[in-house]
Each structure stands twice: as structure tokens, then as C-alpha cells.
């Protein structure tokens, strides 16, 4: 088996490809363009072998596609490639527009093309698998409701419009044209190389950096949390054993409030890197450096994933609760400090998107 994974070298595309290339036999074709977020250390060294090939492309370039899947012929196409985060969606929509509907259909035309050429077994079991999230569902305003496969679209976001957009490209083709898809949508994932402007591991090096970890608000803002590496074993899962033409909702059943999440970051970085804490001249904790500030426009107040479908059909469950997933995550970034280095060493600061000032 091979599988195109686009976005490979982004954070979950990365698990991805980790996940295939570590535990099973198949090889792995990872395109990505390398924008600010893409970072080709988060496939370690010993894994990229025989069985794995890198292709710095642009989803939206269709003749470089077409190249990449006749040279490579895949099996399987998991198309993960995305601008992902909330507050750069606001500060430029036009480039979530790009890639995330126009770079969707590209990939789709390209696949189509492909698929259309296949014939006998390597045609029937072939796969477009779209993975988006939950943030196309909009705001569940505070209720007991959960996300379901078949709740209504009602995005918020630039960012959450876009993916709804991509998410209804990829369903019409399959209604259209017959191409085989699948759609996934999940819950906010957090984990190891996790780039450092989502909350989780903006506030974990913020913290060792002494500077205020911004809590949106109130901070009382819930999520439902998922472990990367829960998702990936999902997502493999749906693309191996899941039905055509279906979505699976994926989440972790982990609902937090956000200012929870910075609390139990702060309480673990005490006891997992007292010296860190110990050496402020002010003696304070990590929990000082909390700071509250103007909340991002338009921001949905909970989400939270009914996964009772992917559990009974497929037989998954997450592995991790947030609490074993976040120790896990805080230790990978206190062991790993060249990792994070690197990215900081960059273009990116730990700042803030989404509003004029971006001084928090």
C-alpha cells in the first residue's frame, strides 16, 4: 500500500505519517509546501527510508500534482493540507480561501483524474480520504448538545468557513463523479510537535520563556480535547475499514474550559520544571503568568464531538485522557527543547493573531 498524505509535514499530517511508516508496512508520499507551520524534524531521521518519498508542492498547482500521482501511483490519498489556525484566518481570509477550497479542489481533480485512469482491484480500492474538523459545526452556545455527523453547518470563522467549503467540495464529488471519499471531522488536537501558535504549546513556552499566557476573555471557552496520536490511529482506522462515502466525527471526550487547559499546563510545568519556576527573581508561579485579554472576534463559546458512530462501527477509542495526553505532551516539550528552538529561531514569535495589535 501507498499513501499520499498532503500536509505531511504539518502537525497532525506528521502523526500521520509517523503512524504509518513506524506500525505498518506500507510507504508514505508526503506533499507539502513547507509554509511557516511545515517542519520535515517532525518525521525523525530512521524513519524516512525506502518506503518514503517528500514532495515540496503546492496543492493548488494542479500539473505538479498530476506529476506526483503518476510517478507515485498511491492507493490511498489523505488530504490533510490546510491553513489551520483561527486568528491568522482573520487577519488574511484570502490565503485560507486558497488552500483550503481551491487547494481542495485542485487535489480532488487531480485524484479524479487518476482514479478514473486505474482499473481492477487498484481502482476499487482506492481512496480520497478528507479530514477537517469540528469547527464547521459553529457554536453549540453553552447547551448539553454534542456535534453528531449530521449536524447542520454554521461556521464562524474565515478559518471554519473555508474547511465547510472543502468539506462540501469533497462530498460533491463523490455524489457527482462517484470518486471514492471518505470525510472526518475532528476535535482540537494537541500533542508532540504541535507548532507553537495553538493554545497548548503556546502557553507551555510562554511559560518557560516567563512571558503571560494569554487566556482569551473569560477563558471559559470548552473544548473537547483529542491526543494527536489518538487521532491518527482514528484516522487510519476510517481510511482502512470505514465506508465510502461516510463522515466520521472523531473526538476525544475531553471537554475543558480553556482557562482549565492553562491551569493544568501550569500545575505540571511546577512539577515537572520546578528549576524553571524557582529561577524568576520574583518567585512567583507559573500560574501568575495567566493573563486575560480581548477575546478574538467572533469566537464560538463550545464545541464537543458525539463519536458514538466511529466507536460502534469501527471499534475506536481514544486511549488517552486529557489528563495522561497533556502530561505527556508537557514532558515532550520540556525533552525536546531543540525541536521547539528551531521553530522559534524562525520567522515566528510567540505572539498574537486576529485583532490590529499584535503585541500579546
Request: net charge negative; hydrophobic share 40%.
Amino acid at each position: 500500500m501507498k499513501y499520499l498524505i498532503t500536509g505531511g509535514a504539518g502537525f497532525i499530517g506528521s502523526a500521520v505519517v509517523r503512524h504509518i511508516l513506524a506500525d505498518t508496512d506500507a510507504a508514505v508520499v508526503n506533499v507539502d509546501i513547507l509554509t511557516y507551520a511545515g517542519n520535515l524534524e517532525s518525521i525523525p531521521v530512521e524513519l524516512q527510508g525506502e518506503r518514503y518519498a517528500f514532495a515540496q508542492i503546492n496543492i493548488c498547482d494542479l500539473a505538479a500534482l498530476n506529476k506526483v500521482f503518476a510517478e507515485h501511483q498511491p492507493d490511498v490519498v489523505m488530504h490533510l493540507a490546510a491553513e489551520s489556525h483561527v486568528d491568522r484566518s482573520i487577519d488574511a481570509p484570502g490565503v485560507f480561501i486558497q488552500t483550503n477550497v481551491v487547494g481542495t479542489y485542485t487535489m480532488l481533480e487531480a485524484a479524479r483524474a487518476y482514479w478514473q485512469d486505474l482499473s481492477g482491484d487498484k481502482k476499487a480500492g482506492f481512496r480520497f480520504h478528507h479530514i477537517s474538523t469540528d469547527e464547521v459545526y459553529g457554536d453549540l452556545h453553552g447547551t448539553a448538545d454534542l456535534f453528531t455527523e449530521t449536524t447542520s453547518y454554521e461556521p464562524s470563522s474565515p478559518y471554519s468557513a473555508s474547511k465547510a467549503s472543502s468539506d462540501h467540495l469533497v462530498r460533491a464529488w463523490g455524489r457527482t463523479f462517484g470518486l471514492p471519499i471518505i470525510v472526518t471531522n475532528c476535535a482540537n488536537n494537541y500533542g508532540p510537535y504541535h507548532f507553537p501558535e495553538k493554545l497548548i504549546p503556546h502557553c507551555i513556552l510562554s511559560a518557560l520563556h516567563g512571558k503571560p499566557l494569554p487566556v482569551y476573555g473569560d477563558g471559559k471557552q470548552i473544548r473537547d480535547w483529542l491526543y494527536v496520536e489518538d487521532h491518527t490511529r482514528a484516522l487510519f482506522k476510517v481510511v482502512s475499514e470505514g465506508r465510502l462515502g461516510e463522515t466520521y466525527n472523531i473526538g476525544g471526550y475531553n471537554e475543558k474550559r480553556n482557562i482549565e487547559v492553562v491551569e493544568t499546563i501550569c500545575e505540571l510545568l511546577e512539577e515537572l520544571a520546578p528549576e524553571n519556576a524557582n529561577s524568576r527573581a520574583n518567585g512567583k508561579g507559573f500560574k501568575d503568568l495567566i493573563t486575560f485579554v480581548k477575546d478574538r472576534p467572533g469566537h464560538d463559546v463550545r464545541y464537543a464531538i458525539d463519536a458514538s458512530k466511529i466507536r460502534r462501527e469501527l471499534a475506536w477509542v481514544p486511549q488517552e485522557t486529557f489528563e495522561t495526553g497533556i502530561r505527556k505532551t508537557v514532558q515532550w516539550y520540556l525533552d525536546n527543547p531543540l525541536w521547539w528552538q528551531r521553530v522559534l529561531s524562525g520567522d515566528y514569535r510567540l505572539k498574537r493573531f486576529g485583532l490590529k495589535e499584535n503585541s500579546v
